[in-house]
């Protein structure tokens, strides 16, 4: 088959030789690579540099058309001929016959062909002399992205969207084969739905000399839409996005009456929540979010359960809108977890006072307080909560009671530590009071509410910490489930005592024996969870999460495993959630 030929099949047209129209142009193979030598003499293939791959007797053809018979050179330029673009760049064509080569390789014909990589030359830093080589990458690449959203192209747009997009968005396409090009476009575009870090002077290229927006990109909602998106993974100190967001915003809402479905919806979400802060972006801010904090705390007894933690605040609130309110979520469930582990099982009591100390005056003065190996974890902790508060879709009173729900988690731990230290032998009664508020219920009860808006009002969080029945209720079934867990599984010897062992030791039974009366005491807790939808004065939004909250904790300590400390437990499930395709 012949390159023109093949052209034609791609792009979904007929046989060239079914119409006459076609210019026998296209039945040409002859292609020729120029190569320059880079030294004298040289007879290696290796040390020559290659210059372009074009259909020779096209390009005279073309070349003469451009440059001889310009007021008659756009009626006689067929639509499918790869070299003469017009508006656009020369290397537009080289686009176009990249696809034409990658299909000719894909197919299995036969030829002669340059692979061209569009990152080769950015990739190394000496070889342009440019040091900022990844933004060039990547800027160069946003543009071809841009583009593609506009239908800004010719006979190499035609080709991109015939051979992959197949009508479906570019934001919607996620076939990941094809072409160098095509996959460089794939990279750039989940860059920006992923998040990962990149320079504001990509946007430069939506920009006038002056620096305002270009005035084109007004009329084009679904660029406006990608620009909206886009920016939106701004950081402190990069006013630049924060005008494209305005700037979007602005012109996409003088447009939203006369949009049409499905763009309408995309719009309408978008500005509900970017895309950008959807569920993939989450995993991936938090793993990065994840090794960063791990690694610059340092506190090497400590695990990372990331995984663990995001399962909790999912099982709370799925929902695309509160992706804020279950990063936080799982920030907390993160720190909480270090408080744990610091306070049972390495911390000296007197290094355990001290933290606590610091937690409760919250002040960056009280670093001093601490030994040098905390300074670090008490710095983020802080931050943690300030970055929350300086978030705009986040209330700042809703943070407040967050920080005083963590300031008492940290008493509770602090109270068990001094239990610990002076061998004080607690009531089975007094320890599963205790322990059912340090199991971290009562925290996150508060703490699921951050970030869900017009749900929850001061009357809700007032009414969480006052300790409803079922929080009460929740935090002893969850401590009881963990305890069991503990004692069928592997309790470190550091580890403080359990419920299950001071009902043994109090009442003189069994293990057998305390683990059904235990089972008894769960049966009724739940019971008293029951009665929560019809208590008086009760935010029913709210009981529902905390109800989701405390029914993840028969999935994490599900046929009495602690699934939160070994995560071996819960892989299956994660698996299921985020990794493995649903069963059609």
Known sequence: MTYGGLLLEVLGCPAAGDHADVP???HWDLGVITLIPKVVGVTDIRYFRPITVINVLEWIFVKDCATRLPPIVERIA???QTAFLKGQLIHNGILALHEIVHEVASRGHRGVFLKLDFQKAYDRSAGLGIIASHRMNVALMLQWVWRILRGDGGLWLQLLQAKYLRGEPLLACSRSGGSQLWKSIQRIKEDIRLGVF??????????????????????????????YNAAHLLIHDEPSLQEAISFARHHLELMRGSLKSPLAEHVKRAFDIPFPRTVKRELKYLTKWSDDFYGYVGLNYVCDRLVEGYFAPYAVYHEKNFTLSRIFFTKLMVLMTMIDDTYDSHATIEEIRQLNAAIQRWDENATSLLPDYLKR????????????????????????????????FSTYHLQEAEWSHEN???????FLNLSSMSVGLAGLSVVLMVGMGDEVTKEAFEWATSFPNIIIAGGKILRLFDDIAAFKGEKGKADVATCLESYMVEHRVT???????????????WKTINEAHFEHGAPLPVVKRILNLINSGTIYYGDQKDGFTFGMHLQKTIESLFVNPIPM
């Open 24 to 26: 026998q142009i296209l």
């Open 78 to 80: 067929h639509p499918l």
């Open 198 to 227: 990149f320079s504001t002077d990509v946007f430069n290229a939506f920009k006038n000399e002056d620096g305002s927006f270009r005035e084109d990109i007004t009329n084009d909602p679904r660029g406006l839409l990608s620009l």
């Open 377 to 408: 974890f008490y710095n983020e902790l802080l931050k943690i909560f300030k970055d929350a508060e300086d978030e705009a879709f986040i209330d700042t009173y809703h943070v407040a009671y967050a920080r005083k729900a963590f300031q008492k």
């Open 424 to 430: 004080h032998k607690a009531s089975f009664e007094d």
């Open 511 to 525: 293990s057998k024996v305390a683990i059904a009366r235990i089972h008894s005491l769960i049966e009724d807790e």
